[in-house]
């Protein structure tokens, strides 16, 4: 039991699938898993383990932004093991040939925040990567899949609303999409030594009008969900 998981020793598998929201959570471990049994309430941050394919994985909700996923992140590794964790969550298109449904593999990660910044001081502007293992299997698991995906470089937000933020100089600068968590999920992976990798849905347009309802975030996004749980039982 760590401090904002109740979960007992052994009760986490070595790979966790980490949504932000704790209902996509859910709806992961009762679509995709069997042998299911819930490890954490805490805070409603649902927590499962089951299993996928004869694999145990495990699936925890982990909340918005950075602070809040540094939390869990944290925990799972250094009291519960865990040894690879993938994102699985939304976020907004701004790519114009990126599109609503879209699955997004964040090779790197941009932010505005100050997690970077304040981890290695000024003069250093250090480049949070994806494990290149699990980003090499998840694309090629997508091809077998026949799921589209595009590979590049995902914002990381540090607010969700700020009209300050240029965001089409990011995306003339490449960005993909904008998200609050892939950049200290990257950054905590080299620091505490796991794999980490982010898999994406669009859920959403910056620059357009089209957008998934909140019932469709949670529960019809299902291509990253295989492409995740594929990758989590392929990786070497």
Known sequence: MSTHIEAQAGDYAETVLLPGDPLRAKYIAETFLTDVKQVNRVRNAFGYTGTYQGHRISVQGSGMGIPSMSIYINELVREYGVKTIIRVGSCGGMAPDVHV???????GSTTDSAVTANTFGPGVHYAPLANFELLDTAYH???KL???VKVGDIFAADRFYNDELDMQK???????GTEMESAGL???GAKLHFKALSVLTVSDLIFGEEKASAEERERTFNDM???ALE?????G
Do not use: C, F, N, P
């Open 225 to 227: 969900i295989k492409i």
């Open 186 to 188: 990257y950054l905590l």
């Open 101 to 107: 449904r879209d699955v997004l593999l964040a090779s």
């Open 146 to 148: 026949g799921i589209q």
């Open 141 to 143: 698991v997508a091809e």
């Open 231 to 235: 990758t989590a039982i392929q990786q």
């Open 170 to 176: 990011l995306a003339d600068y490449g960005i993909l």
